[in-house]
T-cell receptor, first 114, second 112 residues
Framework: NAGVTQTPKFRVLKTGQSMTLLCAQD?????MYWYRQDPGMGLRLIHY???????AKGEVPDGYNVSRLKKQNFLLGLESAAPSQTSVYFC?????????????FGQGTRLTVV | DAKTTQPNSMESNEEEPVHLPCNHS???????IHWYRQLPSQGPEYVIH???SNVNNRMASLAIAEDRKSSTLILHRATLRDAAVYYC?????????????FGTGTRLKVLA
């Protein structure tokens, strides 16, 4: 099993450009999450999904959109990239939403907006 | 959401036990205590979780205080590969958002 796979691993964008980050999981998990990690700030939740066709806002959703058209994929979109969106992005998935379930994380996407 | 407090950094000698503390004085009865760690340039990975009783697995042990206001992650013999940032997280089903809320964690340095 590959687990959680993020594409791409690195990307440089110019301000105002758009892009989509892809997260794919092969564990048949219901829940998926997008986080961003900035130096000294830990991980912050951007958006999450509790099942195919559903999405919800996390702590820092502004400037991002998401879609979960297929259970195994969770897409994070930046419509008009800004330098403040320079960060490392992590996708995660979990089997369910119970407080005892563990999350599996991808290896991250390092995004630089110039 | 209940909050956790951890020291910013700790050091340990290789092959010695490491006790990583976490305070969660506002924990509720439905909060599970989770620990994750993040190795350099990788995503976080699950270590262990518990509710009230102490827990052991192949990676570590989790000791939970009787009043549940603090917990300690125990690495029995630290290796250089255990150098990472360790996060203590509370998971609460009743909040309805099913979030994993990460703080800044404890950066563990293991000395050879």
């Amino acid at each position: 099993n590959a687990g959680v796979t993020q594409t791409p691993k690195f990307r440089v964008l110019k301000t105002g450009q758009s892009m989509t980050l892809l997260c794919a999981q092969d564990m048949n998990h219901e829940y998926m999450y997008w986080y961003r990690q900035d130096p000294g700030m830990g991980l912050r939740l951007i958006h999450y999904s509790v099942g195919e066709g559903t999405t919800a806002k996390g702590e820092v959703p502004d400037g991002y959109n998401v879609s979960r058209l297929k259970k195994q994929n969770f897409l994070l979109g930046l419509e008009s990239a800004a330098p403040s969106q320079t960060s490392v992005y992590f996708c995660a998935s979990s089997l369910g939403g119970g407080p005892y379930t563990e999350a599996f994380f991808g290896q991250g996407t390092r995004l630089t907006v110039v | 959401d209940a909050k956790t407090t951890q020291p910013n950094s700790m050091e340990s000698n290789e092959e010695e036990p490491v006790h990583l503390p976490c305070n969660h004085s506002t924990i509720s009865g439905t909060d599970y205590i989770h620990w994750y760690r993040q190795l350099p340039s990788q995503g976080p990975e699950y270590v262990i979780h518990g509710l009230t009783s102490n827990v052991n697995n192949r990676m570590a042990s989790l000791a939970i205080a009787e009043d549940r206001k603090s917990s300690t992650l125990i690495l029995h013999r630290a290796t250089l590969r255990d150098a990472a940032v360790y996060y203590c997280i509370l998971r609460d089903l009743t909040s309805g958002t099913y979030k994993y809320i990460f703080g800044t964690g404890t950066r563990l340095k293991v000395l050879a």
